[in-house]
């Protein structure tokens, strides 16, 4: 146990890391696609108004 | 005139009913293979045709600067969608009890004139399904979903534009395997053998190449998704591939209060299921990459 105590992880230097992030996407707010409001189809009636970007 | 059904999705299910003669009501479109019988819905609507205003003593708690809107009362959640065509109020407003697994949509009556409506049209529907995910430990995912067999289940992560749909359409050609959802995929815990497994399942919110199937598979690998001119897998860092899932995941935002399962969840994904990067050109050569993954099926790089 004592070996195990002093085998040490390896050192992994600390890195940063961007996330791409779709806001617009993530919050169900906007059409799925340009062509077909909704998701992904005809019939979707959020064309009646909300619609503001592709989404799918 | 009763109008009922129930819409299933990944197990979980939300019932609508009405009894307003007057008002024509039925699920639309690819929603129609998600009806399901003999369950027990886990939150049951009835369908009013009435113009409905949110409370003033109703707190916002999230506005999508789209469609709908989100407050919360004392008792209830209100989630209401707008439109330019109708300023003075919602044109559908559902409300859903704190306390009980029901609640109320209310159509404003000119929406629903001289029409059959789905009173759970997109994205109402998604978003009383997501609340039902997230509290039940499940995930909702913006990924193509492929069963691909004897290969186990496939998670195609990727925002909009990443290739979903493409690299769907290069699987089915492949024939490698059927896409249970090009657009949003749901992950649960199941039962099994020696303890529980993650399972995927389809959605009715396809993406452009429309695949839509109710029914879901053990899921066995999660790839992220890019364009590159030579397709190639590629290993992250778990606490790498654990935000890019959390940035591909449709959290309840109306519901902070269940935000933590979701965020528990995902670390539990990323632990028990293999996770790589697929950057891929939209050829032939796809699929079989992916059927030639051999990596072992519990192993995920931690590096952080």
């Known amino acids: ?56 | 005139m009763l109008s009922a059904w129930t819409l299933g999705v990944a197990g979980w299910s939300i019932s609508i009913v009405s009894e307003d003669a007057d008002l024509r009501i039925a699920p639309s479109g690819v929603s129609n293979r998600f009806c399901v019988t003999d369950v027990a819905p886990d939150l049951v609507l009835t369908v009013r045709r009435e113009v409905r205003r949110i409370s003033e003593d109703a707190r916002c708690t999230f506005d999508s600067g789209g469609v709908w809107i989100s407050h919360e009362t004392a008792t209830d959640f209100w989630i209401s969608l707008r439109s330019a065509l109708f300023l003075s109020a919602p044109y559908l407003v559902a409300r859903i009890s704190k306390n009980q697994p029901t609640g109320e949509l209310y159509v404003h009556p000119n929406y629903a004139q001289g029409r059959t409506l789905d009173p759970l049209e997109y994205p109402l529907d998604e978003l009383l399904f997501l609340g039902l995910i997230a509290k039940g430990q499940g995930l909702e995912v913006h990924a193509a979903g492929v069963d691909a067999g004897p290969h186990g289940g496939w998670l195609l992560l990727g925002h909009s534009g990443a290739g979903k749909s493409t690299a769907s359409g290069l699987l089915i050609e492949s024939g490698l395997g059927e896409i249970l959802s090009d657009d949003r995929i749901v992950l649960r815990r199941r039962d099994s053998k020696g303890g529980s497994e993650w399972w995927m399942f389809g959605t009715p919110w396809h993406g452009t190449g429309a695949h839509a199937v109710p029914r879901g598979c053990p899921l066995k690998r999660i790839y992220v998704l890019s364009h590159a001119p030579v397709t190639r897998l590629g290993e992250l860092p778990r606490s790498v591939f654990t935000a890019e899932i959390v940035a591909r995941t449709f959290h309840p935002l109306y519901a902070p209060h269940v935000l933590a399962y979701t965020l528990k969840s995902i670390e539990h994904l990323t632990q028990d299921v293999p996770c790589r990067t697929l950057a891929f050109r939209p050829d032939r050569e796809m699929p079989w990459v992916l059927a030639s993954d051999s990596v072992p099926s519990t192993q995920n790089i931690s590096l952080g």
Request: charged share 20%; with cysteine.
């Open chain 1, 1 to 56: 146990m004592a070996a195990d105590l002093k085998r040490k992880k390896p050192y992994n230097k600390p890195t940063l890391t961007q996330v791409d992030l779709r806001p617009d996407e993530a919050v169900l707010g906007a059409c799925k696609t340009a062509s077909a409001v909704g998701p992904g189809g005809g019939d979707c009636n959020i064309a009646l108004g909300g619609c503001a970007t592709a989404g799918s």
